[in-house]
């Protein structure tokens, strides 16, 4: 759990450093503040609003207290064995098996299921996924990848300021500056990138670790994590937008295929290794 902790620490330093190396590059600090505070801008509106983007994106609805109380009921334990105030529960009508935690805080946290889940999980592993997407509100996940989200942007701001700088200056005298200053700039967004799902990933791992904590029973959420990334090879989030593609990190598994080379840009660790990681600390 520490790794984790430690590992996100050193990823959010890199792209701190990603970000002011490039600022160092173009020469001037005027552009850094500029992008810096338009990320920040557009981070700040995510953060506060994206839990209830999100909820109206897929169509959620209060999970009934009185159908599903056993969830109510598993959810209570689970918080108070936390120490959290107890979130909103939603029902997404989808038979895609997963679920997400959003919310700012933990006082404003909010839990979804699908119908998929509920129909798919028995109640050892419904109970280990609750508890892996608390886990993520103690860990004030949706705090990290906000931070993580405003430097990769601002990165990617400042990048596209020094690329257009480059291609309009008109200049031909130190020719080959040019030219490594606009290599620079196509590639440290990408790079940004990679950091970003880096910290994706270890938050993952990290909630993996805690829920298990706290469920006190990792197999039976590495058995969950079995059946639910087999449920998402055939089943899909409806309907499929541009947007989808932005809430894929806030699931418990991938909601897209993503093989080989791919992988690289999955916002999720491979299902395997999490469930290896899950067995041996049972």
Same mark, same amino acid.
């Given at each position: 759990?520490?790794?984790?902790?430690?590992?996100?620490?050193?990823?959010? %330093?890199?792209?701190? %450093? &990603?970000? /002011?190396?490039?600022?160092?590059?173009?020469?001037?600090?005027?552009?850094?503040?500029?992008?810096?505070?338009?990320?920040?801008?557009?981070?700040?509106?995510?953060?506060?609003f994206?839990?209830?983007?999100?909820?109206?994106?897929f169509?959620? +609805?209060?999970?009934?207290?009185?159908?599903?109380?056993?969830?109510?009921?598993?959810? @209570?334990?689970?918080? +108070?064995?936390?120490?959290?105030?107890?979130?909103?529960?939603?029902?997404?009508?989808?038979?895609?098996?997963?679920?997400?935690?959003?919310?700012?805080?933990?006082?404003n946290?909010?839990?979804?299921?699908?119908?998929?889940?509920? #129909?798919?999980?028995?109640?050892?592993?419904? $109970?280990?996924? &609750?508890? @892996?997407?608390?886990?993520?509100?103690?860990? $004030?996940?949706?705090?990290?990848?906000?931070?993580?989200?405003?430097?990769a942007?601002?990165?990617?701001?400042?990048?596209?300021?020094?690329r257009?700088?480059?291609? /309009?200056?008109?200049?031909?005298?130190?020719?080959?500056?040019?030219?490594?200053a606009f290599?620079?700039?196509m590639?440290?967004?990408?790079a940004?990138?990679?950091?970003?799902?880096?910290?994706? $990933?270890?938050? #993952?791992?990290?909630?993996d670790?805690?829920g298990?904590?706290?469920?006190?029973?990792?197999?039976?959420?590495?058995?969950?994590?079995?059946?639910? @990334?087999?449920?998402?090879?055939? @089943?899909?989030?409806?309907?499929?937008?541009?947007?989808?593609?932005?809430?894929?990190?806030l /699931?418990?598994?991938?909601?897209?295929?993503?093989? %080989?080379?791919?992988?690289?840009?999955?916002?999720?660790?491979?299902?395997?290794?999490?469930?290896?990681?899950?067995?041996?600390?049972?």
């Amino acid at each position: 759990m520490v790794a984790n902790q430690f590992k996100t620490a050193l990823l959010l %330093g890199a792209l701190s %450093g &990603l970000l /002011f190396l490039l600022g160092y590059y173009f020469g001037g600090q005027a552009g850094i503040y500029i992008a810096l505070f338009m990320a920040l801008i557009m981070n700040f509106v995510a953060y506060y609003f994206s839990d209830k983007l999100v909820l109206k994106m897929f169509k959620a +609805q209060q999970l009934d207290k009185e159908q599903y109380s056993h969830i109510y009921d598993m959810i @209570h334990d689970l918080c +108070q064995e936390m120490k959290l105030p107890m979130p909103k529960l939603w029902y997404i009508p989808t038979d895609m098996a997963n679920a997400f935690a959003t919310g700012r805080n933990p006082k404003n946290a909010s839990v979804a299921v699908t119908k998929g889940i509920l #129909e798919t999980l028995d109640h050892d592993e419904l $109970r280990g996924v &609750l508890s @892996h997407e608390l886990s993520h509100v103690k860990n $004030r996940d949706i705090l990290v990848a906000t931070v993580a989200a405003t430097l990769a942007m601002a990165i990617a701001y400042f990048a596209d300021i020094l690329r257009w700088t480059i291609m /309009f200056s008109g200049r031909s005298d130190n020719r080959n500056r040019g030219i490594g200053a606009f290599i620079i700039a196509m590639f440290m967004p990408i790079a940004a990138m990679l950091i970003q799902l880096s910290i994706s $990933r270890s938050r #993952e791992y990290l909630a993996d670790e805690t829920g298990s904590k706290y469920s006190k029973d990792p197999l039976a959420l590495a058995s969950a994590l079995e059946k639910l @990334h087999s449920n998402v090879k055939s @089943h899909k989030l409806a309907p499929e937008t541009s947007a989808q593609a932005s809430t894929a990190s806030l /699931f418990i598994v991938y909601p897209f295929s993503a093989k %080989g080379f791919l992988n690289l840009f999955s916002t999720h660790p491979p299902v395997e290794k999490r469930i290896e990681r899950l067995r041996k600390m049972a």
